[in-house]
């Protein structure tokens, strides 16, 4: 088993866990905050983050930027401004989360720090508990080439393991911003609720990027939250 995949698989459900006790009136009890760090009314604007090549999609995956209430990222070709009711989660509690200290984000983190795995933004409706986040991987071995593909039947195989059932792999590639993605959806039943799930995955230069859209029956749907997203 990949230690780095289920790192980055027990984040997300994590994450799934405290947006579905936070959402939709749920009178489940909140996760431990040592694990699941509230969620900031708006987010904090974040340096951007050196990198070789700022081109879309190239080179080492760059954080966007929040400005305000809105997110830019150049690498994915994508802006996301925070819908009425939503919030992001904030530099701090990023850092909390994936367990690194946030000043940090103001250099390259590839270069300087031994991370494997970035949570480059988090935001929620607290009201639906519908919620999205992207992330950045580092893979162990980028020059075996591993495709989208056998990264989400990988990420499918622990995901089982976890409870989460992935129901149905997508086999061509989807346009989202400056990249192509590949995707799975899965489910899981969280407490009284079922949670659902929409993963993208982008492979290139040895980083796996991963988009994340977690919903539930009587939330947003997966189409209305990407529809969230404009192209840069």
């Known amino acids: 088993m990949s230690q780095k995949r289920f790192a980055v698989l027990l984040i997300i459900l994590v994450c799934a866990l405290f947006l579905t006790a936070c959402g939709g009136g749920s009178t489940a009890p909140a996760a431990p905050p040592t694990a699941t ?15 070789a090549d ?3 999609g190239e080179g080492r995956p760059a954080r966007g930027i929040w400005e ?5 990222s150049a690498y994915l070709g994508l802006q996301f401004a925070l819908p009425r009711g939503w919030s992001a989660a904030t530099d701090a509690e990023i850092a909390n989360i994936v367990g690194i200290a946030s000043d940090i984000f103001e250099s390259d983190i590839w270069e300087n720090v031994d991370v494997t795995m970035m949570i480059d933004m988090l935001a ?25 593909p056998e990264y989400i039947a990988a990420q499918a195989e622990l995901m089982g393991q976890m409870g989460m059932n992935v129901t149905h792999i997508f086999p061509d590639p989807t346009q989202i911003g400056a990249l192509e993605w590949f995707s799975y959806s899965y489910e899981s039943g969280v407490w009284d609720r079922t949670t659902f799930g929409r993963g993208f995955v982008h492979i290139g230069d040895g980083f796996a990027t991963v988009i994340t859209i977690t919903y539930f ?11 969230m997203f404009q192209v840069l």
């Open 37 to 51: 760090p509230a969620l900031a009314p708006a987010p904090v604007t974040t340096p951007a983050v050196e990198k």
């Open 217 to 227: 029956e009587d939330s947003e749907s997966v189409e209305e939250i990407l529809a």
């Open 54 to 56: 700022t081109s879309p």
């Open 68 to 72: 305000g209430d809105t997110y830019t």
């Open 124 to 148: 929620m409706n607290p009201q639906t508990g519908a919620n999205i986040n992207i992330l950045f991987e580092r893979l162990g071995f980028p020059n075996r080439g591993m495709t989208a």
